[in-house]
């Protein structure tokens, strides 16, 4: 699907301090040179986000990882053995290479390897680090597919078209404290496979680390019209216009429409259709809201319940 001379061109463009979106395994990303502030101020220029949203930086490999950060904690290479290249972001003190930019003037940074052999050759090609949020206007849905991003960004110089992603929600974001791990972000990546790696803090996030994590941005994620949750949500209007996003279940009232997410449940299916399926209905001009079911809030339904209830707030 992309031929190694358009990853070639793509490269050039990033050394230029253009921009590129990409195919990661998780969302599609907006990429430039993480080294180069101004390159850097583009994205937040094209998906009009605001400045105070600090961006993941992207590497091909470990050894990248020192010339972002000071840190040399021994939990970061026993982490990136088990989940590098993977949906895994690990917040760390960030080295003086990293422009203030890029982590919104915090003095740590996001770093991760994405599990995507386009993202990983860009990567490579390019011969930088690359800062990248998802590809899309901020706080809309993220991009699954390459057409999801030129519906939503037109100031991109390039977008590799790397088919579907395979996880279809953002990476599970971490901090490292002294005596444990702590969640920022819910991914496919659960607490529970992570304790498996290393041990979880039994204290909470600092607020500094809050303010600094999506968590705190109640709206997010969304479509543009309205999105309820099934039963949380109580006035619920007549649903003859309206579609059902269902986890499994047969849809409680008369929709015009229903989608299935997974018609098992899975919730690994659900996750990798969520965005998708949003988009699909954003853009289906009969249907005027979205009624979604919900999934037990554990394990990767964590993640799930994270993205549907930040589309939802706005609509509350
Ligand atoms: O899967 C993903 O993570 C995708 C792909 C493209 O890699 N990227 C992504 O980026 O979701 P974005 O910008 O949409 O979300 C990144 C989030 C930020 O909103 C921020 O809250 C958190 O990661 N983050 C980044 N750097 C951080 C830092 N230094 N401290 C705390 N949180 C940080
Ligand atoms: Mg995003």
Redesign the pocket.
């Known amino acids: 699907m992309v031929s190694p001379q358009e990853i070639e061109q793509a490269a050039g463009i990033i050394r230029r301090g253009g921009l590129v979106a990409f195919p990661?395994?998780?969302?599609?990303?907006?990429g430039a040179n993480a080294l180069d502030p101004i390159a850097v101020a583009k994205i937040f220029a094209c998906k009009e986000?605001p400045s105070f949203?600090?961006?993941?930086v992207?590497i091909a490999s470990l050894d990248q990882v020192a010339q972002l950060t000071l840190s040399t904690d021994e939990r970061v290479a026993r982490l990136a053995r088990v989940f590098w290249p993977g949906?895994l972001?690990i917040?760390l003190p960030?080295s003086e290479h990293v422009p203030d930019i890029v982590?919104?003037g915090?003095d740590?940074?996001?770093i991760?390897m994405?599990d995507h052999p386009v993202a990983l050759a860009l990567i490579s090609a390019s011969g930088c680090p690359i800062a990248?949020?998802?590809?899309?206007k901020f706080g809309k849905l993220?991009p699954t597919k390459a057409e999801h991003v030129r519906k939503q960004l037109h100031l991109v110089d390039h977008v590799l078209d790397g088919g579907p992603t395979r996880?279809g929600?953002?990476?599970t974001?971490i901090?490292l404290h002294d005596d444990g791990f702590v969640v920022?972000?819910q991914?496919i990546i659960t607490a529970e496979e992570l304790e498996k790696v290393v041990p979880r803090s039994t204290s909470d996030s600092t607020r500094e680390?809050q303010i600094?994590?999506?968590?705190h941005?109640q709206s997010h994620y969304s479509p543009n019209k309205p999105l309820y949750i099934w039963r949380e949500y109580a006035d619920i209007p007549d649903t003859r216009n309206a579609a059902f996003l269902s986890a499994g279940s047969p849809a409680p009232a008369a929709f015009k429409r229903v989608e299935y997410l997974s018609e098992s449940g899975n919730l690994y299916e659900i996750a990798a259709n969520l965005f998708q399926k949003m988009h699909a209905l954003e853009e289906d001009e009969h249907i005027e809201f979205i009624v979604a079911e919900p999934v037990k809030e554990a394990g990767i339904g964590l993640a799930i319940m994270d993205r549907l209830r930040k589309a939802a707030f706005q609509y509350r």
């Open positions: 990661t395994e998780t969302v599609y990303g907006l986000r949203d600090p961006l993941i992207h949906p972001t917040v960030k982590t919104s915090l740590t940074v996001g991760r994405p990248a949020p998802s590809a899309n993220s996880v929600i953002e990476s974001v901090t920022l972000r991914g680390e600094a994590s999506p968590g941005i």
